[in-house]
T-cell receptor, first 114, second 117 residues
Framework: AQSVTQLDSQVPVFEEAPVELRCNYS??????LFWYVQYPNQGLQLLLK??????LVKGINGFEAEFNKSQTSFHLRKPSVHISDTAEYFC????????????FGAGTTVTVRA | NAGVTQTPKFQVLKTGQSMTLQCAQD?????MSWYRQDPGMGLRLIHY???????DQGEVPNGYNVSRSTTEDFPLRLLSAAPSQTSVYFC????????????????FGSGTRLTVV
């Protein structure tokens, strides 16, 4: 079985400040890791993914995430946020052993203030 | 535009009514899934399909049925709606992970907001 824990449910941040969203996963097998973003009243959009190789992955809109196998974490970061980054962010995991079904965390709501 | 199309966008049902949420994709994706999104719970998998004629249960399948007669369509049926099924429903699709076309990510529809009274 695999599961995802997002450690912060809400993250308020000022414009141009950095932000980090924390994600821990649990799995007994090798996993693929994802961050999705959901803007208000929209579907989910893939931000970035870790499949293998370099543990630092870069995604769209200036986001990046670092895979840490020993700490089973996949934290998302952005060095300088914009008002338009206000959204809900979901960490997700899948694996070959689970037929690649996505398991999602509960989500982190990021609110960027001027 | 290519993508995942969900209809309707909004629906209000009375307890006990049945209905079908439609999902169609035009990307020739073999994998399709239905999720429900509830506050503080993220997205939970209801049913999924790895190809036409093949479906299986996810984490929260009770009260829902699916079928996959074509690659393009994956309708979700509520047999007898209950207030606990009030939620936002998302359909998603992807190429088979590991296939040459796959980026391992899913494409999501814009959702159906369902209220059961």
């Amino acid at each position: 079985a695999q599961s995802v824990t997002q450690l912060d449910s809400q993250v308020p941040v000022f414009e141009e400040a950095p932000v980090e969203l924390r994600c821990n996963y649990s799995s007994s097998v090798s996993v693929y890791l994802f961050w999705y973003v959901q803007y208000p009243n929209q579907g989910l959009q893939l931000l970035l993914k870790y499949l293998s190789g370099s543990t630092l992955v870069k995604g769209i809109n200036g986001f990046e995430a670092e895979f840490n196998k020993s700490q089973t974490s996949f934290h998302l970061r952005k060095p300088s946020v914009h008002i338009s980054d206000t959204a809900e962010y979901f960490c997700a995991v899948s694996s070959f052993s689970n037929d690649y079904k996505l398991s999602f965390g509960a989500g982190t709501t990021v609110t960027v203030r001027a | 535009n290519a993508g995942v199309t969900q209809t309707p966008k909004f629906q209000v049902l009375k307890t006990g009514q049945s209905m079908t949420l439609q999902c169609a994709q035009d990307m020739n994706h073999e994998y399709m899934s239905w999720y429900r999104q509830d506050p503080g719970m993220g997205l939970r998998l209801i049913h999924y399909s790895v190809g036409a004629g093949i479906t299986d249960q996810g984490e929260v399948p009770n009260g829902y049925n699916v079928s996959r007669s074509t690659t393009e369509d994956f309708p979700l049926r509520l047999l007898s709606a209950a207030p606990s099924q009030t939620s936002v429903y998302f359909c998603a699709s992807s190429y088979p992970p590991g296939s040459p076309e796959s980026n391992y990510g899913y494409t999501f529809g814009s959702g159906t907001r369902l209220t059961v009274v």
